[in-house]
């Protein structure tokens, strides 16, 4: 029986060529294509995000020690400087951040009706329209994810058309057909394409049980 959880796959995963050298924490990662970087190998080295599946334009300057710290989770998470200077002095713990909104006048006028003003109300629709779509937004997430990474890695593979329009298409069988399809794939491009379609299955799964 599947999990409904979603597969374990690390933070993200490097390639060098079809081959899969690494997966784990970026700074993991980083360590290990650098390496792969100094054998000065013809193949091409591509680390991909394993949320997004978008390519992680790494910066290998340094000594290992300075690269894990470059991309410790420490560093990750810190707040972009952008972000805190937009900040305004009011709600600082909140990290309000101000933006443009463009509406109707009709769309201002009732807004400006509503308790707490226009900013509190679209801070509400806004909350209110993710706990309903987030189900939604997750399977669209992981879908174009998996297509990104087969995009890249497989686009010019037999059957990748073929198995694109499996991925967005109705969720039964589709592993089975994925996998047929794709049985001429380099073994680590083909692996890592079902862990992303997995991924998929379990959010459709989550959503259907509403989770």
Avoid at 41 to 65: C, I, N, Q, W, Y
Avoid at 130 to 141: E, L, V
Avoid at 165 to 190: C, H, K, M, Q, Y
Wanted: charged letters at 35%; glycine letters at 8%.
């Amino acid at each position: 029986m599947k999990s409904n959880n979603p597969p374990s796959l690390g933070k993200c995963a490097a390639f060098a060529g079809n081959v899969k050298i690494a997966t784990g924490s970026l700074a993991e990662v980083a360590i290990k294509v650098k390496k792969a970087g100094e054998r000065k190998s013809a193949e091409p080295l591509l680390v991909f995000d394993d949320e997004t599946a978008a390519v992680v334009d790494l910066d290998l300057r340094g000594t290992r020690k300075q690269i894990i710290e470059r991309y410790s989770e420490t560093a990750r998470c810190e707040e972009p400087a952008a972000i805190k200077e937009d900040r305004g002095r009011g709600r600082p713990k909140l990290g309000v951040v101000g933006r443009e909104v463009t509406l109707l006048p009709r769309h201002w006028d009732w807004l400006s009706e509503q308790p707490g003003g226009p900013s509190v109300t679209i801070r509400k629709l806004v909350e209110e329209a993710r706990r309903t779509s987030q189900g939604k937004d997750r399977i669209r997430r992981a879908k174009e994810g998996a297509y990104r990474f087969m995009n890249a890695m497989a686009g010019n593979l037999p059957g990748f058309e073929e198995a694109a329009r499996v991925l967005f298409g109705a969720s039964e069988n589709r592993s089975r057909t994925f996998e047929s399809l794709t049985t001429r794939w380099p073994a680590d491009i083909r692996e890592h394409a079902l862990l992303l379609l997995e991924r998929v299955d379990a959010a459709e799964a989550a959503d259907r049980a509403g989770e």
